[in-house]
């Protein structure tokens, strides 16, 4: 137990090095997106909250990056479990390419229905069926993260039972 406690300080003493070099990176002006996602991580790990999200709103924000980047912001909500951001993120990608990706679209309805704001939700996942058909049907229909809206009248107009599934007719 001691070895891994002292591991966990020499990892911790390694982010703080490199937070403190990105940062004067960004100082210098010489950081670019990578970097930026980087601390942003970084901010994340290390309970940095206040610069964690003024971070990756800040990334958000910028129009002239590729949407693309958006989805990295997105991954890293997601590996915090930071749902209300994850949507928001979600959103921002959404809103600059909304034909692209049925999968961003579902787990977007799925963040979303996490928050239970299920009228918005069901409106993500109507378009995610949209643009992908039956395969963003069948990933609603298995998804964990629709349990919260599975019973509502919405959600089965949209995705119902697999035939393959009901029993109730025999």
């Known amino acids: 137990k001691v070895l891994d406690f002292l591991k966990q300080i020499r990892g911790t003493?390694?982010?703080?090095?490199?937070?403190?070099?990105?940062?004067?990176?960004?100082?210098?002006g010489g950081a670019d997106i990578n970097a930026a996602l980087e601390l942003a991580d970084l901010y994340a790990k290390m309970g940095m909250e206040q610069q964690f999200q003024g971070l990756t709103q800040t990334i958000l924000n910028d129009t002239n990056?590729?949407?693309?980047?958006?989805?990295?912001?997105?991954?890293?909500?997601?590996?915090?479990?930071?749902i209300d951001l994850l949507a928001n993120a979600l959103e921002r990608y959404l809103s600059r390419d909304p034909n692209s990706n049925p999968r961003v679209w579902v787990d977007l309805a799925a963040a979303q229905a996490i928050l239970q704001r299920?009228?918005?939700?069901?409106?993500?996942?109507?378009?995610?069926?949209?643009?992908?058909?039956?395969e963003a049907r069948e990933i609603a229909r298995t998804d964990q993260?629709?349990?919260?809206?599975?019973?509502?009248?919405g959600f089965r107009a949209l995705v119902?039972?697999?035939q393959n599934l009901n029993f109730q007719n025999l």
């Open 13 to 28: 003493e390694g982010a703080e090095g490199r937070r403190l070099e990105l940062e004067q990176k960004f100082a210098k």
């Open 65 to 82: 990056l590729p949407p693309n980047v958006c989805l990295a912001v997105a991954k890293i909500y997601a590996d915090g479990k930071r």
């Open 118 to 134: 299920t009228n918005e939700s069901l409106q993500s996942l109507r378009k995610a069926i949209e643009l992908g058909g039956e």
């Open 145 to 153: 993260r629709f349990d919260g809206i599975r019973n509502t009248p």
């Open 160 to 162: 119902p039972v697999s």
